[in-house]
């Protein structure tokens, strides 16, 4: 499975941003996919993950901010960011998780930068 995410840059706090992630290769037996994010001197944390089903799950710190959806048709999942923060400022990782197999495939990742 190959992720190819789009949608990271430059934008002032209290703005948006739209992130996407297109999933090619063994898509089939994919599940949920998601994003994570790191922050330089952080470790990597969940965002927010969707189902093939819909089911969404969300970091208390994305929560009523962001919103994870996806097109299984696309094999594609967005996450819709508003009212940004400097502390979003993080490189995001799309993943993507194959049921058949237990395994991850990620992203190569997108940098969010919020200005203060």
């Known amino acids: 499975v190959q992720l190819q995410a789009s949608g990271g840059g430059l934008v002032q706090a209290g703005g948006s941003l739209r992130l996407s992630c297109a999933a090619s290769?063994?898509?089939?037996?994919?599940?949920?996919m998601g994003w994570y994010r790191q922050a330089p001197g952080k470790e990597r944390e969940l965002v927010a993950t969707?189902?093939?089903?819909?089911?969404?799950n969300y970091a208390d710190s994305a929560k009523g901010r962001f919103t994870i959806s996806r097109d299984n048709a696309k094999h594609t999942v967005y996450l819709q960011m508003n009212s940004l923060k400097p502390e979003d400022t993080a490189v995001y990782y799309c993943?993507?998780?194959?049921?058949?197999?237990?395994?991850?495939?990620w992203g190569k990742g997108t940098l969010v930068t919020v200005s203060s």
């Open positions: 290769g063994k898509v089939f037996s994919i599940n949920a």
């Open positions: 993943n993507a998780h194959d049921s058949e197999g237990d395994l991850d495939y």
């Open positions: 969707i189902t093939s089903g819909g089911t969404t």
